[in-house]
């Protein structure tokens, strides 16, 4: 993994949802080596159990945190809230759900849990980390503005990828258009919008999900997190509203 610069996040808050997985433990060290405080929810305590940065001083854990949950999730922000002294410059929303399926087979109930797991916890993290960053101004002299960084995925980019994932693809879709909607809604405020787009990473899961596949056409999780981490970076200076493919030789 590159490190990023030196104290290029330094007294810098950063929100990593989905940051005790393959992908968010990869993010949050290299935040954590740039001098981020990092702020990381979870639902379940057994999602801490391979979490291995969860007692680094600089890493906040907050646990019982349901992100499609409305009153949750606006808890979870209310410690960015203005007077706490703690601002908010970054949110990177990696959470979500993965569900293969042909549509005949697809419940509304399913369809329900995909937009809730992926759009609508994207939704809601998204606008309180967009009004929390508003109302940051130039906390601890810290110039006003933020980064927001979601994930699509490669249905989204490419709908007929996400044949017998239709749920999955659409939920998926949702977060590509909010993503690009608040990069044009939020520029005047400094606050810079992008999700990258994956297609399949390397991790464990998918591994034992797809043992047959070439492994090495795989994106690594340390690969993806570089591209994550400049997104969010007070030296990401110009991009905003784009969907990055990070689909690696896959």
């Known amino acids: 993994m590159n490190p990023v610069a030196p104290q290029e996040f330094a007294d810098r808050h950063v929100v990593v949802t989905g940051g005790t997985g393959a992908l968010g433990s990869a ?7 740039g001098g981020a ?5 979870c639902f379940r305590h057994e999602e801490l159990k391979a979490f291995t940065l969860a007692s680094h001083d600089r890493v906040h854990v907050t646990e019982q945190v ?3 949950d409305e009153h949750k999730v606006e808890l979870f922000y209310s410690v ?3 007077g706490r002294n703690v601002p908010l410059w970054g949110s990177i929303h990696l959470a979500g ?20 797991k992926n759009l609508v916890s994207c939704y809601l993290t998204c606008r309180e980390a967009a009004r929390r960053m508003m109302e940051a101004g130039t906390l601890n002299g810290i110039s006003g503005g933020g980064r927001i960084v979601n994930v699509a995925a490669r ?7 996400g044949a017998n994932m239709t749920a999955y693809a659409v939920a998926k879709a949702g977060v590509a258009a909010l993503s690009q909607a608040l990069g044009e809604e939020l520029r005047h405020d400094g606050i810079w919008v992008n999700a990258i787009v994956p297609s399949v990473l390397d991790t464990p899961a998918n591994r034992k999900a797809m043992p047959g596949a070439d492994f090495g056409l795989w994106p690594k999780p340390a690969e993806v997190a570089e591209t ?6 007070p030296n990401n200076m110009v991009t905003r509203g784009a969907l990055v493919p990070v689909y690696g030789r896959s």
């Open 27 to 33: 993010v949050v060290e290299m935040l954590v080596d």
């Open 37 to 41: 405080h990092v702020h990381v929810p």
């Open 66 to 68: 349901d992100l499609s």
């Open 80 to 82: 960015f809230a203005a």
């Open 97 to 116: 759900g993965f569900m293969a399926g042909s549509i005949r087979e697809t419940r509304k109930a399913q369809l329900t849990a995909e937009l809730d």
């Open 155 to 161: 249905p989204a980019l490419e709908p007929r990828t």
């Open 228 to 233: 994550i981490v400049h997104l969010a970076s």
